[in-house]
């Protein structure tokens, strides 16, 4: 069965550190999807993707956080100065369509900042 | 602002003891109201998606049904294999990107 996969599974990095989490959607999705998880939090939307571009974003998202889908399989996210705030796991998603499909989630990459 | 509740927060069975976990939702147009269960972990785990009120899913020992208002996880004689976190998570019609915004969950855990 297909499924998303995610490296790395546990990254530590120092504040101020700029981290490339990854992702590869399920071979034949074309809407992809940044989540996090605080330890103990409920999953938070940060950003959609499709075609390229950016479809919706949420306040997390902002100027220190990037996407990219930089060849046919992969889907990056970039945090480009890490804070300790940013300590969470990162959920990659995938859906064949964006308005009424399922997303379907990958195991996750946890992040720890020191 | 959309917004999803679960009850209870936590739930402790004994294997073969029926329950329903509760799913209460505040959205402008759903378009669709999704169940995923999480293991300690892990990535959330596709359960069901529902559209319509009045629509029901099963899947071995799980149910899903949907009201205008409301869906329900019933969980029919549990086995301890069915303890997890189970997220429940809707989406609205205005949604450019088709985010989902997700409960915090109800973590199930199930006794032999």
């Known amino acids: 069965e297909p499924e998303v996969t995610q490296t790395p599974s546990h990254q530590v990095t120092q504040m101020g550190q700029e981290v490339i989490l990854r992702c590869v959607p399920i071979?034949?999705?074309?809407?992809f999807y940044w989540y996090r998880q605080i330890l103990g939090q409920k999953v938070e939307f940060l950003v959609s993707f499709y075609n390229n571009e950016i479809s919706e974003k949420s306040e997390i998202f902002d100027d220190q956080f990037s996407v990219e889908r930089p060849d046919g399989s992969n889907f990056t996210l970039k945090i480009r100065s890490t804070k300790l705030e940013d300590s969470a796991m990162y959920f990659c998603?995938?859906?064949?369509?964006?308005?009424?499909?399922?997303?379907?989630f990958g195991p996750g990459t946890r992040l720890t900042v020191l | 602002e959309d917004q999803v509740t679960q009850s209870p927060e936590a739930l402790r069975l004994q294997e073969g003891e029926s329950s329903s976990l509760n799913c209460s939702y505040t959205?402008?147009?759903?378009?669709?109201l999704f169940w995923y269960r999480q293991d300690p972990g892990k990535g959330p785990e596709f359960l069901f998606t529902l559209y319509s009120a009045g629509e029901e899913k099963e899947k071995e020992r799980l149910k899903a049904t949907l009201t205008k208002k409301e869906s329900f996880l019933h969980i029919t004689a549990p086995k301890p294999e069915d303890s997890a976190t189970y997220l429940c998570?809707?989406?609205?019609?205005?949604?450019?990107?088709?985010?989902?915004?997700f409960g915090e969950g109800t973590q199930l855990t199930v006794n032999p």
């Open positions: 959205v402008s147009g759903l378009r669709g």
């Open positions: 998570a809707v989406r609205a019609q205005e949604t450019s990107g088709s985010r989902l915004t």
């Open positions: 998603a995938s859906s064949w369509t964006g308005i009424w499909d399922t997303q379907y």
């Open positions: 071979s034949n999705h074309l809407y």
